[in-house]
């Protein structure tokens, strides 16, 4: 171990470097509310390089969990539009699904199935998050939520590009619908919302935000907007871009160290989504495989079966995206370590003052 490490780790202060004695008098004391200076991230970085960036293996976690999102989103897509089962699938949903739902389910969906309502409604929750994060003086993850709204619009130009091949004859239009534009908006909104309310409110946004997926998802549904490979296809793009977005968080993108500890809501709450997403997909996969002989004659008894593995798929797929986005979430942004739970050192008092009690 050098000189140089030694000093840093008997005395913290001097990792910070040293400050002139007349611009240490004059500046305030370093206020970690206020964001961290680009000297104290180098010295704190040099003492414990986690009160700067997460791990790197959390980082690695979000990345192939992104990526693998993404080659699902368009894995549902190809399945759904390429084969025969998949296109008579979603066409067995698309026009059934409308008059095989309980009056209070179908009422809820029909008053969801505004366009103006989910815009609103999506706008206000995002706006809440960018508004929180300013407020935490969050820049980084204010530059993060920027790039990640880019790359959300830039996934609907998508649409316009992606083929739908003529396969069978279909009542729903034969045009490419995904993604859908009304559920990127929404789970944008709800990832938003998420990734930039501190550590105490992230499990309940992340239940709040995914209900607001599935809302917006199945009602567009409903409203015959979009198909299923539509609303799947829109939630796991937006999840798995905001994965790779975290990835590459950093300073003000994290909690404040002294503040980072692990949270029981995050804990119980992501394991539930985690498993239960797992649960409902796997229920989902089942009843496809049972109504699977019977897609491509689109037979009655196979009605059933198809609209409640869409619907319970969905629900599954976007716990378990929110399930993982909110563990990924907080151990990008809570890394703990001696530093993350204590604190950063005291900052220098000015030279001259006098000491406490002295006057």
């Not at 992340?206 to 409903?222: E, R």
């Not at 198909?227 to 977005?245: A, E, F, Q, W």
């Not at 089942?286 to 869409?310: M, R, T």
Request: with cysteine; glycine share 10%.
């Amino acid at each position: 171990m050098d000189f140089a490490t030694q000093r840093a780790v008997h005395d913290p202060l001097a990792a910070l470097g040293s400050v002139p004695g007349e611009k240490r008098a004059t500046e305030p004391a370093v206020d970690f509310d206020r964001g961290l200076s680009h000297d104290l991230d180098r010295g704190l970085a040099r003492l414990d390089p986690l009160t700067v960036r997460p791990r790197i293996s959390s980082r690695v976690l979000c990345a192939v969990f992104g990526l693998l999102m993404i080659a699902a989103a368009f894995g549902v897509w190809w399945l759904c539009v390429h084969t025969e089962n998949g296109q008579s699938y979603d066409e067995i949903v698309w026009k059934q699904l409308p008059d095989n739902l309980p009056g209070w389910i179908a009422g809820i969906m029909n008053m969801v199935a505004q366009s103006w309502l989910v815009i609103a409604v999506s706008c206000a929750l995002g706006a809440i998050g960018v508004a929180t994060a300013v407020i935490r003086r969050r820049w980084w993850l204010v530059g993060q939520i920027a790039v990640l709204a880019a790359l959300c619009w830039a996934s609907t130009l998508l649409k316009g590009v992606l083929p739908r091949p003529f396969i069978i004859q279909t009542d729903s239009p034969v045009v490419n619908s995904a993604p859908s534009g009304h559920t990127v908006l929404a789970t944008a909104a709800a990832v938003v919302l998420l990734i930039a309310v501190p550590r105490a409110a992230r499990a309940l946004a992340a239940v709040v935000g995914g209900t607001w997926a599935v809302l917006v998802g199945v009602s567009v549904m409903v409203g015959q907007w979009h198909r299923t490979s539509d609303v799947l296809m829109s939630i796991l793009l937006v999840v798995g871009l905001t994965l790779i977005m975290l990835a590459f968080t950093r300073t003000s993108g994290m909690d404040d160290p002294g503040r980072r500890v692990s949270s029981v809501s995050v804990q119980i709450v992501g394991s539930v989504l985690i498993t239960g997403g797992l649960l409902l997909m796997l229920y989902s996969a089942y009843v496809i495989w049972q109504v699977l002989p019977g897609l491509n004659i689109i037979a009655s008894w196979a009605v059933q079966g198809s609209i409640v593995s869409s619907v319970v798929g969905i629900i599954g797929v976007t716990a378990l995206a929110f399930g993982l986005l909110l563990a990924l979430r907080h151990i990008t942004a809570a890394p703990l370590s001696r530093l993350g739970l204590i604190g950063a050192p005291p900052a220098p008092p000015a030279q001259g003052a006098a000491p406490r009690g002295a006057r």
